[in-house]
């Protein structure tokens, strides 16, 4: 027999395995001493928005009987190593998951990473961090399992199909992540243990028969009569597929550059750009939990979502905060020499004493100065990567990121020191006013007053930003038709995900790769 109940928990109730046993069965006057009583919650969320916090959960309780399974997507992989073939570039979450969609409806996928395995990426990964030195093929950015592998793991998204998102959340619990994710209400796995995942999803491509190729950089298309045909590698090779899924990440500016050169259809794309911000996880734990000291041994470390719409020279753009890290790390994510770029990444623990978070301000095509104008559907893209080239500079040309006190950002002093940082190249003290466009800053520096007054303690000098916060998204569409997912102008290619501006994080993206391996198949491969 099955029992549910919804219950608003303390955290010592929620978090503590045993006292959570107590509290449920003591709710339907069962005895916690019978062993063959289960209990289990199956969605969890915290509540801190009064002076105490509580957690909002939904449990389960069987009683002599066993747990039914908590992930509900059975999935066959059947062997495809002889069957019809796709072309999947780029082998981030939206091309595995196109991969291993395209696996269970009887089609081989031929997935072709620029970057190197999950576990290649680490030596490349060490050298930009300690030795400052930017491998254009191997980076945060670049590499098996994309930008989320190595730099946070967050599973949330604003999307409301949540089917398809518990199916991709069943894929990654089957794949080893743990079944928390399953739980609560902003799952997370953590950089720590994405590589092992991402490993055991590439394994099952495999051993169903599929392709992985890394290391292979894709510089051509074959395209006859509008109708793509495959790719050409840089080293010539020519792989062919009845239809090609091009989720490359918004990072893969050399891909833009194609794209334009071969006349595909592309347009610029409003984009937003900003600092990262870095205060202690107590200070954030005392704001957001209401507590005099530290959170406790039960509540993990806070959270915190802002947004504020700002006007300058009587426009009104918004400034948010974007994947917050809470006791994580910010991480140097640039993908070529020249230019600096940051982002911020959580441990499974979220043990960190820093909290960070993407603070960036809505950078509308109308904002970009007028020189950009001649880049076309490239404008937003040059604006970006002169920006962040700026803040090299500004940096002393290395990994250094400038920095600045919050507080002295604001009054627009500049920091006689920094404080302490999780980023391991180093900072800089600089003015960051100098640094960013003049319509960032001044709404950076309106959007952090207001942060101050929703969240008091917020704007302090005991913070700093680290500039600078500029791949929130891609400042380049990919345009596709709205039903089919097909590009507009070229048959049997199919944009996928961030690099092509219908996706935002690791489960969007999964999910748009997986709906682009259903269009394309549907459509071009006879069952």
């Given at each position: 027999?099955?029992?549910?109940?919804?219950?608003?928990l303390?955290?010592?109730?929620?978090?503590?395995e045993?006292?959570?046993?107590?509290?449920?069965?003591?709710?339907?006057?069962?005895?916690?001493?019978?062993?063959e009583?289960?209990?289990?919650?199956?969605?969890r969320?915290?509540?801190?928005?009064?002076?105490?916090?509580?957690?909002?959960?939904?449990a389960?309780?069987f009683?002599?009987?066993?747990f039914?399974p908590?992930?509900?997507s059975n999935i066959?992989y059947?062997?495809?190593s002889?069957?019809?073939?796709i072309?999947?570039?780029?082998?981030?979450?939206?091309?595995m998951?196109?991969?291993?969609?395209?696996?269970?409806?009887?089609?081989?996928?031929?997935?072709?990473?620029r970057?190197?395995?999950?576990?290649?990426?680490?030596?490349?990964?060490a050298?930009?961090?300690k030795?400052?030195?930017?491998?254009?093929e191997?980076?945060?950015?670049?590499?098996?399992?994309?930008a989320?592998?190595?730099?946070?793991?967050?599973?949330y998204?604003?999307?409301k199909?949540?089917?398809?998102?518990?199916?991709?959340?069943?894929?990654?619990?089957s794949?080893?992540?743990?079944?928390?994710?399953?739980v609560?209400?902003?799952?997370?796995?953590?950089?720590?243990?994405?590589?092992?995942?991402?490993?055991e999803?590439r394994?099952?491509?495999?051993?169903?028969?599929?392709?992985?190729?890394?290391?292979?950089?894709?510089?051509?298309?074959l395209?006859?009569n509008?109708?793509?045909?495959?790719?050409?590698?840089?080293?010539?090779?020519?792989?062919?597929?009845?239809?090609?899924?091009?989720?490359t990440?918004h990072?893969?500016?050399?891909?833009?550059?194609?794209?334009?050169?071969k006349?595909i259809?592309?347009?610029a794309?409003p984009?937003?750009?900003?600092?990262?911000?870095?205060?202690?996880?107590?200070?954030?734990?005392?704001i957001?939990?209401?507590c005099q000291?530290?959170?406790?041994?039960?509540?993990?470390?806070?959270?915190?979502?802002?947004?504020?719409?700002?006007?300058f020279?009587?426009?009104?753009?918004?400034v948010?905060?974007?994947?917050?890290?809470?006791?994580?790390f910010?991480?140097?994510?640039?993908?070529s020499?020249?230019?600096?770029?940051?982002?911020?990444?959580s441990?499974s623990?979220?043990?960190?004493?820093?909290?960070?978070?993407?603070v960036v301000?809505?950078?509308?095509?109308?904002?970009?100065?007028?020189?950009?104008?001649?880049?076309?559907?490239?404008?937003?893209?040059m604006?970006?990567?002169?920006?962040e080239?700026?803040?090299?500079?500004?940096?002393?040309?290395t990994?250094?990121?400038?920095?600045?006190?919050?507080l002295?950002?604001v009054?627009?002093?500049?920091s006689?020191d920094?404080?302490?940082?999780?980023?391991?190249?180093?900072?800089?003290?600089?003015?960051?006013?100098?640094?960013?466009?003049?319509f960032?800053?001044?709404?950076?520096?309106?959007?952090f007053?207001e942060?101050g007054k929703?969240m008091?303690?917020?704007?302090?000098n005991?913070a700093?930003?680290?500039?600078?916060?500029s791949?929130?998204?891609?400042?380049?569409?990919i345009?596709r038709?709205?039903?089919?997912?097909?590009?507009?102008?070229?048959?049997?290619?199919?944009?996928?995900?961030?690099?092509a501006?219908?996706?935002?994080?690791?489960?969007s993206?999964?999910?748009?790769?997986?709906?682009c391996?259903?269009?394309?198949?549907?459509?071009y491969?006879?069952s």
């Open positions: 027999m099955k029992k549910e109940i919804i219950l608003q303390s955290p010592e109730e929620a978090y503590d045993a006292k959570f046993r107590e509290t449920v069965l003591k709710k339907f006057g069962l005895p916690p001493s019978d062993p009583i289960l209990a289990r919650q199956v969605k969320s915290i509540d801190a928005r009064g002076r105490q916090v509580k957690v909002n959960v939904s389960e309780v009683v002599h009987e066993d039914t908590l992930i509900t066959t059947q062997n495809v002889t069957a019809e073939q072309v999947i570039v780029g082998a981030g979450p939206a091309g998951f196109a991969a291993l969609r395209a696996i269970e409806l009887g089609v081989k996928p031929i997935l072709i990473e970057g190197k395995d999950v576990r290649g990426r680490r030596r490349d990964l050298a930009i961090n030795d400052h030195i930017v491998n254009p191997s980076n945060y950015c670049f590499g098996e399992g994309g989320g592998t190595y730099s946070d793991g967050k599973l998204t604003r999307s199909k949540r089917g398809e998102i518990k199916r991709i959340l069943d894929i990654f619990v794949h080893g992540a743990s079944e928390e994710i399953l609560d209400a902003h799952p997370h796995i953590g950089t720590n243990k994405l590589p092992k995942i991402v490993t999803l394994e099952t491509i495999l051993r169903a028969g599929g392709e992985v190729l890394f290391e292979t950089k894709v510089v051509d298309f395209i006859e509008d109708e793509i045909k495959g790719v050409i590698t840089e080293s010539g090779q020519k792989i062919m597929g009845l239809g090609v899924i091009l989720a990440g990072s893969a500016r050399d891909m833009y550059h194609l794209l334009h050169e006349n259809l592309i347009e794309k984009f937003a750009l900003g600092v990262r911000i870095e205060h202690s996880q107590n200070l954030i734990d005392r957001q939990y209401h000291i530290d959170r406790g041994p039960y509540l993990p470390a806070s959270a915190y979502s802002l947004v504020h719409q700002t006007v020279k009587g426009i009104q753009r918004g948010f905060s974007f994947c917050m890290c809470p006791g994580g910010i991480v140097p994510s640039a993908t020499p020249g230019e600096l770029v940051v982002n911020g990444m441990p623990r979220r043990d960190s004493k820093f909290a960070n978070s993407g301000v809505a950078v509308e095509l109308e904002d970009l100065p007028k020189q950009y104008e001649k880049y076309g559907p490239l404008a937003a893209m604006f970006q990567a002169d920006v080239k700026a803040v090299w500079q500004a940096g002393g040309e990994q250094t990121a400038p920095a600045q006190r919050m002295d950002f009054e627009r002093k500049v006689a920094l404080l302490d940082t999780s980023y391991q190249p180093g900072l800089k003290s600089v003015d960051m006013n100098t640094v960013l466009p003049d960032i800053a001044s709404r950076l520096r309106d959007a007053v942060f929703k008091k303690g917020y704007l302090t005991e700093q930003i680290i500039g600078v916060e791949r929130t998204s891609s400042p380049v569409r345009p038709n709205k039903e089919s997912f097909e590009h507009p102008q070229i048959k049997r290619l199919f944009p996928s995900a961030e690099g501006g219908y996706a935002g994080g690791i489960v993206a999964a999910m748009d790769g997986e709906r391996a259903e269009k394309l198949i549907a459509q491969i006879k």
